[in-house]
């Protein structure tokens, strides 16, 4: 079921507009059933509510493990830095439509469904374009978003952009990028996943990075690249039809909401781990009120459908992910 709440005013159970109420609510929950089914958004975020106005997101650095102490030795003490924090802060968001008197005098059914169809499209649309524009603020370059005239922090806990040839060190380590160069390829996406695995933590520990899923926009070029690289168990540009690597290792994401925040001719994809996301919040969505909707009478005897939602999303941890296909950026092959 569709994670939407109803509430129906006093003065409708009695009125012209009372018969009207739960078929359209029937409706609409459905409609939102479908569009949760097809959302991207869970495999590209680590989904979570919150009951707070912002939250916050911090970090420990591993510690160094155990020593060798001999017989009857001293234990020693181990001990941790904290990393960098983001915090979070939720964003109101509203709309509403209405239905007239005389759409519901005259019993017109098709309107009245186009309507609340286009309403509780609108707000799922919003989501995947939201989510999609802070993915394609990260791959700008950027570490603000302004979508729909309001601004919004899309920096990592770090400060730099989630996507960054410098990410860096807590403690002092060394600068690590996840923005690499080179185009997508067979193996180009060997060498992103292996600098993903080698990515290190605030004290220089080896992670547990090991990505499962590509991600790109609606891009025939790079569709027809990714399926090529990865959609047969034998490699068809060796003589000998040698065993293909990448064939069956990947989950693909297609995500069509993407290509408005795409600069046109480029061809950015990327590489994410969705278990470490889960685990360590990389790419971070919050729900903290889910949908609303609030049915009353206007002045004009219209019925005013009104939505309420407060959500917001950004960046964490950006060891989750690395992107690719970005000119100027970090050179992997030759």
Not at 55 to 62: D, H, I, Q, V
Not at 68 to 91: I, R
Not at 116 to 123: E, L, N, Q, T
Not at 198 to 224: A, Q
Request: charged share 20%; with cysteine.
């Amino acid at each position: 079921m569709a994670n939407i709440t109803f509430t129906e005013g006093s003065g409708l159970q009695n009125s012209i507009f009372g018969k009207s109420q739960e078929p359209l609510k029937l409706f609409i929950e459905k409609r939102g059933e479908s569009f949760e089914q097809q959302s991207m958004l869970p495999q590209l975020f680590h989904m979570s509510g919150s009951s707070h106005w912002a939250e916050k997101f911090s970090a420990l650095t591993a510690m160094d493990g155990f020593r060798p102490v001999g017989e009857n030795g001293a234990y020693p003490t181990d001990g941790q830095v904290e990393g960098y924090e983001k915090v979070l802060e939720h964003t109101t968001w509203k709309d509403q439509f209405a239905l007239s008197r005389e759409i519901v005098d005259d019993a017109k059914i098709v309107d009245l469904r186009r309507r609340s169809a286009a309403f509780v499209a609108g707000y799922y649309r919003t989501r995947e374009k939201f989510g999609a524009a802070v993915y394609g603020g990260g791959i700008a370059g950027q570490t603000a978003l302004t979508f729909r005239e309001q601004s919004f922090d899309i920096a990592g806990a770090d400060g730099k952009c989630v996507f960054a040839t410098d990410h860096p060190s807590k403690s002092g380590g060394a600068a690590q990028s996840n923005r690499f160069a080179d185009a997508f390829s067979s193996d180009a996406l060997m060498a992103v996943e292996s600098a993903m695995q080698d990515f290190r933590g605030d004290n220089g520990e080896v992670l547990d990075v090991s990505p499962d899923t590509i991600v790109i926009p609606n891009d025939y070029t790079l569709k027809k690249a990714v399926f090529a690289a990865i959609g047969a168990d034998k490699d068809p540009a060796s003589a000998n039809n040698a065993a293909n690597y990448n064939f069956g290792r990947w989950n693909v994401v297609v995500w069509q909401y993407l290509n408005q925040y795409v600069s046109a001719g480029t061809h950015p994809w990327i590489l994410l781990d969705r278990r470490y996301n889960e685990e360590y919040g990389g790419a971070v969505w919050l729900d903290r009120v889910k949908l609303e909707i609030r049915s009353e009478l206007a002045g004009n005897d219209a019925n005013l459908w009104k939505g309420y939602a407060r959500f917001t999303a950004g960046f964490n941890d950006w060891r989750f992910a690395a992107l690719g296909g970005i000119a100027g950026a970090t050179q992997l092959l030759s």
